[in-house]
């Protein structure tokens, strides 16, 4: 088999040396090892928890009969044992059931124990929706900063200001109550130098507030950086990363969120928020026992957390919760689909008391189409799905690329300056079209709009005839001049946003890509829109249009063009499916858009498929190098176990240990002489038949509290890993009984096990390692 392909797929916990690690700005090394361990290392790391008998021979020191701090618990940048993990939970519900008859203090603990689970998700939902407001509102308000203040309260954002001013309808954006830089600094808005001077704060405030973003999150939480998604999901499979799910990540990611949105980068807060409300997740998970010891239970939390985040960031509770069974998720048992629908539900519901845009609606850019579709109008969403695979596909191969010059180059090594030249070309490109000047979600918003009589954007500058109009709905018309301008403005929008999304999506502030990819789509969606609109107005009696489209009839939404068009984008990119078209339908509010959404989803997932079969977090998974097995490749090689285990024919012989002949003195010399992440135990030698496994960890632990604890252990004591031992002379050392932390029953299978087999078992059991016998 080829052993890099096999690699890449990383069962390990332990790499070589060579295989170091850069996340934010951090060296971090997967190794325990320089060279193979003799186990199959790429299946390697450690061992389901059996706890053997404690009983033995009265001249045997049995140290663990109490279970010492730090065995059984996992170093950082390891993997789980999923089975351990399962048995454990077991045995503890197993003991508070039964200890529940005995008494009604137990029968209390038992049924708050049983409710726990739930009252975790309803802390994780109020704090993950309390943050998301927090972070809404203070990112409109920073947003606005940019471009002038309010007098009647520094507080407040330019919607906000003039919610009370007494001008007209059309000039609401004009109130006496926000004043513009210059109009504050010169006295007046209008011409040439007002214009500089504008420009000129509105790039020093993007400036500063990027540089403030990078420096919170180089300075203080190095891991608040990105998206967070490629490593929630590896952490949901199992990987530990100390710290990134810790309290000063979630602080600075929350401050630092804000402020990379409001410095107007080409990035979205949708998919931090995912890791914002993983991190509550994390830290609520300390209030409760059950789910603070194990680190199984912590990753159902875990899921459910990633629903309640994309909830909030987009409004969708359902979606939420299709997104962590379909996009991050490892194990998802069907208590933690219920769990994750409530804590979504709890964070929406948050969200949506705290109202942060005052309107009732929890994004935005909620909107709601009238109009039906018609079955012709399939051909533009299809064409919009192959847009939005191209570009996915575009997008992933060149954004890793990037970020892949970044890690090894000199790049790397100046977060600060890197993120200053992105932020000063975004800040000096986008002011002068006003559809890059304003906040990714107010151009999605307004892109997203079904124009109506009151609409004042220039996208709604049409040719009006009133006497055609019929109550609310507006027939399609001729396109105005200021229509023309927008759509200019808006191709110029779409280069400038397909481009510089490359360059920003990686760097060392907290970055979404779920608003880029929107926008990006929702452009192109919104200029198909509008090219089809004045096509069925000009030429109603084309073969395509007659029987549907009459003049005078409203038959085009340039509205839903820009939303099939954004789900396009964020398919191909992330390759969601399911989850994308029901987050996108509960944004809009209507089911019978439904079927272009999902014809525009699956057809961008296709043609980016075929391009390149990894979505953007799959794509970042493996360029940092995490050990995440997927459960959507396949497995090609036809290999048997023997063809991939350690060690070879030509290897040294296999490192073991034996069950009642080695000294503390021999194992410590194992243990220094070898970096593996654990030991098989045999009968002997010359029998090599195997009794168990032991971790490297514990046996360190275990052998240090026995001598700093237990008088008569010295180097020449042997250790022993069985249920009795033979009778010693008076004057030999006290035994070590190591038999409560050997594995009795670690997974083996045949060296004539096919590898698909074995592949798919260690998906589906979430193993370490796997031991490979022979004739038994």
């Not at 243990?671 to 009968?683: A, C, F, H, K, R």
Request: hydrophobic letters at 45%; charged letters at 20%; proline letters at 4%.
């Amino acid at each position: 088999m080829d052993q890099k392909g096999y690699r890449r797929g990383s069962f390990q916990s332990s790499t070589s040396d060579e295989d170091m690690l850069e996340i934010a700005g951090a060296s971090l090394d997967f190794s325990m090892a320089d060279d193979d361990p003799p186990l199959d290392r790429e299946m390697g790391g450690f061992t389901s928890y059996n706890g053997g008998g404690m009983n033995g021979a009265s001249k045997m020191m049995d140290f663990l009969e109490e279970p010492l701090p730090g065995v059984g618990t996992y170093e950082d940048f390891n993997t789980i044992d999923w089975v351990r993990e399962k048995s454990r939970d077991r045995d503890r519900h197993r003991e508070i059931t039964s200890k529940s008859k005995e008494s009604t203090w137990a029968l209390i603990h038992s049924v708050s124990d049983a409710f726990s689970g739930w009252l975790l998700m309803l802390f994780i939902g109020l704090l993950a929706g309390s943050l998301a407001g927090l972070i809404d509102i203070s990112a409109h308000w920073m947003t606005d900063l940019k471009e002038g203040v309010c007098l009647a309260g520094f507080w407040f954002n330019h919607e906000h200001c003039c919610w009370k001013s007494n001008t007209t309808f059309t000039d609401r954006d004009k109130c006496p109550e926000w004043m513009s830089w210059s109009q504050l600094i010169i006295g007046h808005g209008e011409g040439a130098f007002a214009y500089i001077l504008n420009y000129f704060m509105y790039v020093i405030w993007a400036l500063l507030f990027s540089l403030l973003a990078v420096l919170l999150v180089k300075g203080f939480a190095p891991y608040a950086c990105g998206s967070g998604i490629p490593e929630i999901k590896t952490i949901l499979s199992g990987f530990i990363i100390r710290g990134y799910l810790g309290k000063w990540t979630l602080i600075i990611k929350t401050v630092t969120l804000v402020l990379a949105v409001s410095s107007g980068l080409s990035l979205g807060k949708e998919g931090p928020l995912v890791h914002v409300a993983c991190c509550c997740g994390n830290i609520l998970c300390h209030l409760f026992t059950k789910y603070r010891k194990n680190e199984a239970k912590r990753r159902e939390v875990l899921s459910a957390a990633a629903a309640a985040g994309v909830s909030v960031a987009f409004g969708a509770p359902i979606g939420g919760v299709l997104f962590s069974l379909e996009e991050v998720s490892y194990y998802f048992p069907l208590k933690t689909l219920w769990r994750s629908f409530f804590a979504a539900l709890v964070a929406a519901f948050t969200l949506r008391s705290i109202n942060p845009f005052g309107n009732s609606r929890l994004v935005l850019f909620y909107v709601e189409f009238h109009m039906p579709w018609h079955l012709l109008e399939l051909v533009p969403f299809i064409l919009l799905g192959i847009f939005g695979g191209l570009w996915g596909a575009f997008f992933i191969r060149s954004n890793i690329a990037w970020c892949r010059r970044r890690k090894t180059t000199k790049l790397g090594k100046y977060p600060v300056l890197e993120v200053f030249v992105v932020t000063a070309i975004t800040a000096i490109l986008a002011f002068p079209n006003e559809y890059t000047r304003m906040s990714t979600s107010e151009l999605i918003s307004e892109l997203f709009n079904d124009c109506g009589i009151l609409d004042s954007s220039k996208l709604c500058e049409y040719v009006n005839d009133f006497n055609s109009t019929k109550g609310d709905d507006l027939p399609d018309r001729a396109a105005g001049p200021g229509v023309y301008t927008a759509m200019w403005q808006l191709a110029l929008a779409l280069i400038m946003k397909v481009f510089i999304t490359i360059f920003t999506f990686g760097m060392k502030v907290p970055s979404g890509l779920f608003i880029p990819s929107m926008a990006v789509g929702a452009i192109a969606g919104r200029l198909l829109g509008v090219a089809m609109e004045q096509l069925a107005f000009y030429h109603h009696d084309w073969i395509i249009f007659s029987g549907w489209c009459s003049q005078g009839a409203d038959c085009i939404t340039p509205g839903l063009y820009a939303m099939v068009g954004a789900a396009a984008c964020l398919g191909g990119v992330t390759r969601m499916t399911v989850s994308l078209v029901v987050i996108m339908f509960e944004l809009t509010g209507g089911l019978e858009y439904i079927v272009p959404l999902m014809a525009a989803a699956m057809t961008s997932k296709w043609v980016a498929d075929a391009i390149g079969r990894e979505g953007i977090y799959d794509a970042h998974i493996r360029l940092n190098g995490y050990p995440f097995l997927e459960a959507k490749e396949e497995f090609s090689h036809k290999t048997l176990a023997m063809d991939v285990m350690r060690p070879r024919r030509n290897d040294p012989p296999l490192t073991v240990i034996t069950q009642d002949s080695m000294t503390v003195e021999d194992i410590e010399t194992i243990i220094n002489e070898t970096t593996y992440s654990g030991y098989p135990v045999v009968v002997s030698r010359e029998s090599q038949r195997l009794v168990g496994f032991v971790l490297r960890r514990d046996l360190i632990i275990s052998i240090e509290n026995a001598r700093k604890k237990q008088d008569g252990i010295v180097s020449t004591s042997i250790i022993y890993f069985t249920d009795h031992s033979p009778p010693l002379p008076p004057s030999s050392p006290s035994m070590l009984k190591l038999r409560s932390i050997l594995d009795l029953s670690p997974f083996t299978v045949t060296d004539q096990t096919p590898m698909e087999i074995v592949v798919d078992i260690f998906r589906k059991l979430g193993l370490r390692q796997c031991l490979v016998t022979h004739n038994g």
